[in-house]
C-alpha cells in the first residue's frame, strides 16, 4: 500500500475502524495491518520505502544492513534493534547532518551490492534521504528507505534498544527517566541502579492489561501520566529486558529502550 501522507493513513485507518462491521476484532486487525503495511510514498525520492511490517522481516531475517542516519548519541540512546551507526560527513554542519559514505563502505566491505535500508526521525527528516542519494551517486544498487522512522517504529512496535555510551549519558542527564529493573524481587532487593523500580519479568503476561504490568501501571511504578516519559528497561540480559519492553510497548508507552548487555554490564556503566 502507498499513501502520500501520514495523515492519510491515519484516516484510513479509522474509517477501517468504523466501518459499521459487527466483527470489531476483525475490523482492528484490519486496521492494524493497514498501518503495518504502509509507506509514506514521498515523491522523488529516488529509492524504494520499506514498511514497518518489511522491517520486521528484514531484521528477524538480517536480510538486509540496517543504518540509522542520525546522528551518534541519538542512535546510542535509542534505536531498532540491529541497526547500525556510522560517523558523520567531515565538515557537514548539524542542520544537514549526513552520515559518511565512505564508511558506510567499510562497514559493508566495499560491496556496494549489499541490501541497506536506512531510517532516520520520521516521514519529514532528511537525513536517511541524504544519506540514500549520496550511496547512489557512489554506485550502490540496493537502497532502500523506512521513511516512516523511528517515531512510528516506536508507537508500532515499541521495542527500542539502548547502547552502553547511551545509558550514561541518560543516568547523568536525564532525571525523568524511568528505570525498570526486570530481574526478581530477590534480586533487585540485593541492589539495583539508583532509584529504579523492580517490574519482574516472571509476573508479565502476554496479554494486555494483566500480570505485573497491569499492577505497575496502578501503584505508580510506571508513569501513566506522561506516556512519552523515556523508560529504560534491564534485565540479568539482553533477553528477558527485551520481554518487559515488548510488553511496555503494548501498553502505549512510546519511548521504551532495553539495555541487551547483562545487569553487571549496566550497573558498572552507572557508577
Request: some cysteine; aromatic content about 6%.
Amino acid at each position: 500500500m502507498r499513501i502520500s501522507r501520514l495523515a492519510a493513513l491515519v484516516f484510513i485507518s479509522a474509517l477501517v475502524g468504523c466501518s459499521g462491521s459487527n466483527n470489531v476484532a476483525a475490523d482492528e486487525e484490519n486496521s492494524d495491518q493497514l498501518i503495518r503495511q504502509a509507506v509514506f510514498a514521498e515523491p522523488g525520492s529516488g529509492v524504494p520505502e520499506v514498511s514497518t511490517d518489511e522491517l520486521e522481516q528484514i531484521i528477524q531475517n538480517r536480510s538486509a544492513v540496517v543504518l540509522d542516519t542520525r546522528p551518534h548519541r541519538e542512535w546510542s540512546i535509542s534505536h531498532i534493534p540491529t541497526a547500525l551507526n556510522v560517523a558523520p560527513k567531515p565538515g557537514t554542519p548539524m542542520a544537514l547532518y549526513t552520515s559518511d559514505v565512505a564508511k558506510v563502505g567499510r562497514l559493508v566491505d566495499g560491496d556496494k551490492s549489499q541490501p541497506l535500508v536506512l531510517y532516520c526521525n520520521g516521514p519529514y527528516c532528511g537525513k536517511s534521504k541524504r544519506v540514500a542519494g549520496a550511496l547512489l551517486e557512489e554506485g550502490y544498487t540496493n537502497v532502500r528507505r523506512y521513511q516512516l522512522g523511528a517515531p512510528v517504529w516506536r508507537a508500532l512496535v515499541g521495542v527500542m534498544v539502548i547502547e552502553p555510551d547511551g545509558v550514561r549519558h541518560i543516568f547523568a542527564n536525564d532525571q525523568t527517566a524511568v528505570w525498570i529493573d526486570v530481574r526478581d524481587s530477590s534480586e533487585y532487593r540485593e541492589g539495583s541502579v539508583p532509584g529504579a523500580r523492580n517490574l519482574p519479568q516472571s509476573g508479565v503476561l502476554p496479554e494486555k492489561d494483566t500480570g505485573e504490568v497491569f499492577a505497575a501501571k496502578n501503584d505508580g511504578r510506571l508513569p501513566m501520566e506522561d506516556h512519552n516519559t523515556r523508560i529504560i528497561v534491564f534485565g540479568r540480559d539482553g533477553s528477558q529486558a527485551n520481554e518487559v519492553a515488548k510488553a511496555l510497548g503494548r501498553e502505549a508507552f512510546h519511548n521504551v529502550a532495553y539495555f541487551a548487555g547483562t545487569y553487571e554490564e549496566l550497573k558498572a556503566l552507572t557508577e
